[in-house]
């Protein structure tokens, strides 16, 4: 049987950023590469029409330290979304796989519970030259990519 009869309502955000107030918290490790993921994310977004002052930018030590602040800003209801940047890259010990576990799920979990859109910028390579290629390279910019995210999920959650 058809559903052609059938109307369906489908939701599907823009992506104008002009009214949309936005967190970002970045971490200072590895700032050579997550310095080229946060101009990414603050370009996406004056290029879909936000403003600069929109923006405000909490600065962590590491990855691992991304959740916490993440979640203030959340809860603080001041942010239609909030955007995490970092940069974990694969060493010699087990230390990679935890920390980079442990980010993902702590802002998943984050955004769960608050209803607040998290994007996750938070790069994962075997190497320099890798996090170099997804910021800005040949890979694109993956911090253009997670403000993207926040746009379209900051629309999306506001026309539910």
């Not at 009869?5 to 997550?34: C, M, Q």
């Not at 946060?38 to 977004?45: F, P, S, T, W």
């Not at 403003?51 to 602040?69: R, T």
């Not at 603080?76 to 990679?96: D, E, M, P, W």
């Amino acid at each position: 049987m058809s559903n052609s009869n059938k109307l369906t309502k489908i939701y599907s955000a823009n992506l104008l950023a002009e009214d949309l107030k936005f967190g970002i918290v970045i971490s200072r490790w590895h700032d050579l590469v997550n310095s080229k993921l946060l101009e990414g994310a603050i370009d996406c977004i004056v290029r879909h029409g936000g403003n600069e002052k929109n923006i405000e930018i909490a600065y962590v030590p590491g990855s691992f330290e991304i959740p916490l602040i993440a979640k203030k800003l959340a809860e603080s209801g001041k942010y239609n979304a909030i955007i995490c940047i970092g940069t974990v890259i694969r060493g010699q010990t087990l230390h990679f796989d935890l920390i980079a576990q442990e980010a993902v799920k702590g802002i998943s979990h984050i955004s769960l519970q608050t209803g607040v859109p998290i994007a996750l910028g938070i790069l994962t390579t075997d190497n320099l030259d890798q996090a170099f290629e997804r910021a800005g390279s040949k890979q694109g910019n993956k911090g253009a990519e997670a403000a993207l995210s926040a746009i379209e999920m900051a629309n999306l959650l506001k026309s539910l």
